[in-house]
C-alpha cells in the first residue's frame, strides 16, 4: 500500500505542473503583465513608465516563458512562469497586489474557514445518511414518497435562497443571532452555529436522495435476502449490512464534495462576513488580484489530490477485499 | 433589422437538432420506446408542459432585431438597442417603467417624495405613473378592479384551455364518441396521462392570463430600483437560464463523447493522457477556474470595445463564452462515466464478434459503442440542467457569471440582497425571482428523473426487485 501511495505522490506532481501551466496561461498569456498593469492602475491615462515601475515592483519584468537574453538553463528559469511558479512547490506564495504576504493571509484564515466547513460536511453527512436510512426503511410507503418529493423541492431551491432567507429569518426577524461577523475562540459559536445550520440544510435534498438510491439498490441485493431469511431485524439488517455496504460509494461521493466545500465557503463567508478563505478568493476574484487566485487555484489541487489519496486509502477501510498495489 | 447572436443561432441549431431526431426515432421503434415510456409518467408529463411554457418564452426571446428608428437619405437608421419577439409582445411592460421601487400591485410610490403644491410642501406617498393609473381612488377601487380584470382574463383562460382540450379530445377520439372519449381521457384511461397534463395547462392558464392581464395596468412583482417591472425581468431570466443550462451541454458534449471513448476504447497512451487531463481540470476548484477564464474574457472584451456593434452583443459573446467555461469543467463527469462504460462494452461479445468479422474501429465506434452509451449522455444532459441553473446564480453572485446588463435569476437575486437590508424591506424581486427559478428547476428536475427511470436500464430493473416492507409483517 505504501508503494501504491509513493506512486500516487510521484503521479501528484505532473497534475500540478499541469495546473499551474493552465492557471499560468489562462492568466498570462492572454492578459499580458502590460495588461495586469493598466487594471491595477486604471485603465485610462496611465504613462508606460507607470506600467514599467509596477511590472519591476512585483516581479513582472521578464519574459513569458522563454528568455532569449539568457543561455543554458537561465533560458527557462528567469521567466515570470518560472518564478512563480517554482516557489508555489516549496509552499511559498509571495506577496499579493497590495503587499501582504500571501502564506500568511491564508495561515490566519483557515481557522475561520474550516469552522464552517468541517461542521457543515460532518453534521451534513449525518443528517444525509439518517435521512437516507429513514427512507430506505419506510420505503414504498408514503413517507418514502413524500420524503423523496421534499428532497426533490429542496434540491430545486437556489443555495443563494437558503442563506438569504435563512439569514432574514434567524437573524434579522427572530434576533437570535448575529447577522453577520466574526470573533475568535469560544465566542465564535454564535457566528457560526448559522451558516453551519445553513449548509447543512442546503445540502440535504439532493444527499438524502443520492444515498436513499445507494441503500436501495444494496437493499435489492440476495445478502439482505439471505439475512432476512435468517430472521435478522429489519433494523438490523439496515444499520449491519446495508449501511456498512452502502458506505463504500458515499465514500467516494464525499470525497467528490470536499473541493466544492470550497465553493460552498466562498458565498456563505461572503455574506456572514466571515474572515475565511472563500471570502479571502472572493475579495481577490472581485478585485482582480492574479496572485491570490493562483496560489488558491494551487491549493484547491493540492487538497483534491490529497483527498483523493484519502479515498483510496478509506476503500480499503471501508472493503477489506480491495487492496491497493 | 434582424440580428442573430451567436447564443440565438446556436439555440436555432440545437432546436432544429432536437427537432430532426425526434422526426427520426419516431418512425424507428427502438428509438421511440423509452421516450413513450417517459410519456406514461405522471410527474415527468406535468413538468414537461411546465417545461414547454418556459421553453415557448425562451424561444420567442431568442429572434432578436433592432427595431428602425428613422431614415436618413433613403438609408434607414436602427436604434442601438436589441429587442427580441418577446419584448415586442410585452412591449407595455417594458415600457411602463416608474421612478423607482413600488409593491407589487401597488398605485403608490414605495417612499415618500417631497411634492411641492401650491407653494406648500410636503411630503407624501406619490402616485405611480402607470401602475393603477387610470384609478381615482385607489384606496376604495383598486382591489375590486383587480378582482374584475383578473376574472375576465381568466375566464378567457378558460375559453382557450377548452377550445385546447376540444381539439386534443377531438383528435383521440378515434370512431368512438365525443363523450366517450372525453371520458376516458378525463378519467385517465390513456396511455399518456393526458388528464394530468391538461390539468397543468388549466393550472397555468388560470395564472398566466390573470398576470398578463393585471401587468398593463399594474406592476404585478412590482418595480426594482430602477423601476423597471420586475414580472418583466423575471420573464427575461428564463432565456438566460435556459441558454446556459441547454448550450452548455452542448458544448462540452463533443469533447466528453470523443474523448470518453477514445480512452475506453482505444486505451493504452491514449488512456493516459485523457485521464491525465481530466483529473487535472478536476483538481481546480471550479469556481476558480471559471473565475479565472471570466476574468481573463473581460479583459479582452474590454480591451477591444470596437469588437461589439450593441451592448447586447457584447452581452451575449459573455453568456456564450460563459456556457464554454462552464462545459469545460462540467465535462469531465461525463467523461469519465463514458470512459467506463466504453471499458466495458469492449469485452463484449458482439464487439468482439464485430471485430472479428474485420469491422473497422471507425465503424465498430459509431455504429456499436456510441449507439450503446447514448442513454449515458442523455440522462447526464437532462440531469445537468438544473444544476447549471443554479450555477450561473451563484456565479452571477461570485461576480464572474453573465454580463452585469444582462438580465437573469443571478443578476435579479444579487441586486435583491441590499434590498433585503432595506428598512422596510423590498422583498419582491427576490419573491419574483424564487418563484420563477424554483417552478424551472424543480419541473427540470422531475422531468429529468421520469427520462432517467425510462432510460437507465439499472433503475428499472432495480426498482421492480425492491419489495416493499409491509409485506413482511
Redesign the interface.
Known sequence: MIAYLIRRLLYAVPILVGVNLLTFALFFVVNTPDDMARIQLGIKRVTPDAIHNWKVAHGYDKPLFFNPGESGSNFFTDTIFFEKSVPMFRFEFGRSDDGRDIAQEIESRAGPSLEIALPVFLIGMMTNVSFALMMAFFRATLVDVWGVVMCVAAMSISGLFYIIGGQFLVAKLWHWVPISGFEAGASSLKFVILPVVIGVASGLGSGARWYRTIFLEEIGRDYVRTAKAKGISEIRVLFHHVLRNGLIPILTGAVVVIPSLFMGSLIMESFFGIPGLGSYTLDAINSQDFAIVRSMVFIGSVLYIIGLMLTDISYTLADPRIRLQ | MVVILWTDGLVFLLSGLILAFAVYASRRPHLSLPWRRVGQSRSGMISAVILICFVSIGLLDSFHFRPQIAIDKGKPIYSVEVLSAFDFLVETMRNHTERTYSSPFSAYAFSRETVASDGVQSRIYPRLRYGGADLADPGRERIPDILKRSLVAALEGIGVWALLAAILVFRHSGGKSFPDAASSIFRGETEIPWNAMLGTLLAIFLIAFPAFALSSHYHVFGTDKVGQDVFYLALKSIRTGLVIGTLTTLVMLPFAIFLGIMAGYLGGWLDDVIQ?LY???????????I???V??MQ??I??HPALFETMAERADLRLLFLCMILGMTSWTGLCRLLRGEALKLREMEYILAAQAFGVSRLRIVTRHILPNVMHIVLISVVMEF?SLV?AE??LS????GVDPSMIS?GTM?NS??LE?AREPMVWWP?AAA?VF??AM??S???FA?AVRDAFDPR?RV?SR??P???D?A
Open positions: 491525465y483529473t487535472m481540470l478536476n483538481s481546480i476548484p471550479a469556481v476558480l477556474l473565475a479565472a477564464s476574468l481573463m479583459v479582452y474590454d480591451a438544473s443554479l446564480a451563484v453572485y461570485v461576480g464572474v435569476f437575486i435583491a440582497r433585503m427576490l424564487f427559478m424554483f428547476v424543480l427540470a428536475n422531475l428523473d433503475t432495480a426487485r425492491i416493499p416492507v409491509k413482511e
